[in-house]
């Protein structure tokens, strides 16, 4: 259902207001719904806000995807040890940037479709890190003091070499997992029970870096978080007089829910103020050594100077990559994770959005396109992989802005940034407690939308509570085991031991694992464990939901194609026919099995 703000904010594009009232009509799969029957999402997925809101909505997202990637350069750069630091850090930066554009337009278009920032991936940094480890790649003594040295520039250049190539491999077989439709296999037997787990540790076991965060100073973390609350759920409904151009009325005023638009831009913008107020006069400390010293506006400043104006990062910019088997399996872990944490992204980003459960061919193809685009940072020397953000995926729920358009246009500005490359260092010089403060509502939201996935299965049946709770307390319990005691692992095989604590330190991984196969293996009827219901809500296989994840002006030229029938990657492919791949459900299919569902309930 459309609201009131919905239709106010197309009035200055005209095509918007048509669309708010078709949503509250009786469109095809709109309001066959049991649950969440009124839609509070005011752009969703398929539409496209007028352009000067685009891109204003698309800076929210992009403020997010720096704060969360500007880490890795400096973990990378310090792990591989190169002479000039300062520059080959300023690369990197770029380069990064760069790639969270690329792969963040190909995931919202051609990938899964949904609302999605793809970011550098942190999961990778442990093999990275085991893998720098190797007497070959350690870095000596002499690695800062060699200056001119040209040992010293080879020996930094082996090294990213050495986790390019793997990462190249392992990416690639990201793409065949994903192009041979392995992870729609493995979707026919997941439930809520399996999934519930999987999104909400994927902000639980985020605790500790916003802590890192908010640590530098907790009194600024808790004011960003304050106001986020105040501007999205208190006068979020306040309407601001704003200056506006149509065709028909020419220059004119009108009113639009700015809190509930921009709760980021706001809240960043006048901290960030408050911030530089308390630097001038020299409330925060100036010791560098001092945590607070990262909440000063100039803590950063140096970026700008390290950051070039123009940088267009290119083909292997530190030769030829090369590849090694324990280097390979250490990456292919740390994919696999990244894997699983994405579809659970992908499920997220559809509840959050209230669109329809992804159909397999959509999971495939992003995964696929996970994959391209990991193999496209290896390619351009990024050091890490992308992967989808779940931040992002939470400013949706606070801003209730999932227009694809919007993401997209995050996408282009995150190219900006990497290739202009002042843009990018200006908007890193968010101080860390602002950060901090916005992911604490982000991942929180999260972790929120895991459980409310939970609203599918019985939660009075012992059965499931039993499964829940092993599956949380396990998927926290088992990555901080492993993180003090590493060297319990002991297989006999190194490769196979990185494996195991890369793919088991993913609390989102263990969780859902641990809940997969305890809701397989413990006996327990369909309606009990949600996956009538978990299928059948909303139909995905309407019309709407079909545009949604497909591609509308390529499906029916497909669809007379029969081989591509057989393809996991086709909107046209079989098995997408609903998650189980056994039969269509259709809207009839979606009211018999709620009204079944109700007398079962009347009856208990």
């Not at 890193?428 to 509502?441: C, E, Y």
């Amino acid at each position: 259902m459309a609201t009131e703000s919905a239709v106010t904010l197309g009035r200055s594009d005209g095509g918007i207001e048509k669309h708010g009232a078709k949503e509250d009509g009786e469109g095809p799969g709109r309001d066959q719904r049991p649950v969440d029957s009124v839609r509070t999402i005011l752009y969703p997925v398929d539409t496209r806000p007028p352009i000067h809101l685009m891109i204003l909505f698309g800076l929210q997202q992009a403020f997010m995807t720096i704060g969360g990637s500007l880490s890795l350069p400096f973990i990378l750069t310090t792990i591989f040890c190169p002479e000039k630091e300062s520059e080959v850090r300023a690369q990197l930066l770029s380069i990064t940037m760069f790639m969270c554009g690329i792969a963040t337009i190909l995931q919202c278009s051609i990938g899964v479709r949904l609302p999605i920032i793809q970011g550098g991936s942190s999961t990778f940094v442990a093999p990275i890190v085991v893998m720098m480890s190797l007497e070959q790649f350690k870095c000596s003594e002499n690695d800062d003091t060699l200056s001119g040295s040209n040992t010293t520039n080879i020996n930094w250049e082996i090294r990213i070499r050495e986790v390019q190539g793997n990462l190249i491999l392992a990416s690639l077989t990201q793409v065949f997992v994903g192009g041979l439709g392995l992870i729609g296999l493995i979707l026919r037997f997941v439930g809520p029970l399996t999934i519930a787990p999987t999104i909400s540790l994927i902000g639980l076991s985020l605790t500790g870096v916003v802590a890192s965060f908010c640590e530098k100073q907790w009194g600024i973390s808790l004011l960003t978080l304050a106001l986020l609350f105040l501007f999205s759920t208190c006068i979020n409904k306040v309407q601001l007089p704003v200056p506006a151009f149509s065709r028909k009325e020419k220059c004119h005023a009108t009113k639009l829910p700015i809190f509930q638009l921009f709760p980021v831009v706001l809240t960043i913008a006048v901290v960030w103020l408050f911030s530089f107020i308390l630097t001038e006069t020299d409330v925060l400390s100036r010791n560098s050594t001092d945590p607070a010293f990262k909440a000063r506006t100039d803590s950063k400043v140096g970026i700008i100077n390290e950051t070039p104006w123009f940088t267009f990062p290119l083909p292997f910019p530190f030769g030829m990559p090369t590849f090694s088997i324990a280097g390979y399996m250490g990456m292919l872990a740390a994919t696999i994770s990244s894997i699983f944490e994405s579809v659970g992204d992908y499920f997220a980003a559809a509840r959050m959005s209230e669109a329809a459960p992804p159909p397999v061919h959509a999971i495939n193809r992003g995964i696929a396109i996970e994959g391209v685009s990991s193999i496209v940072s290896g390619i351009m020397g990024a050091g890490h992989a992308t992967t989808s953000y779940s931040s992002n995926i939470g400013i949706i729920g606070i801003t209730k802005i999932a227009s694809r358009a919007v993401f997209v246009t995050a996408g282009l500005i995150l190219l900006l940034c990497g290739v202009v490359g002042k843009v990018g260092a200006i908007l890193a010089l968010i101080p860390d407690p602002i950060i901090g403060g916005t992911l604490l509502l982000g991942l929180g939201m999260v972790a929120s939308v895991g459980i409310s996935v939970l609203q599918f299965c019985e939660m009075f049946s012992t059965r499931n509570l039993a499964i829940l709770g092993v599956s949380f307390l396990m998927g926290l319990m088992i990555p901080q085991w492993l993180t003090q005691h590493s060297d319990k692992v002991k297989t006999g095989s190194q490769d196979l031991d990185q494996v195991i604590k890369v793919l088991f330190g993913t609390a989102s991984f263990t969780g859902g694992f641990i809940g997969f196969l305890l809701d397989n293996m413990i006996p327990g009827t369909e309606c009990e464990r949600g996956i009538k219901r978990w299928i059948a809500v909303p139909d995905s296989s309407s019309e709407s939901n079909q545009t949604l994840y497909s591609f509308p002006f390529l499906t029916k030229y497909l669809d007379k194609v029969t081989c591509c029938r057989y393809c996991p990657l086709s909107p046209t492919f079989t098995s997408s026919r609903s998650r189980c791949g056994t039969e269509k459900y259709d809207i009839n299919t979606t009211r018999k099995v709620v009204e079944v569902h109700l007398k079962e309930v009347k009856t208990l």
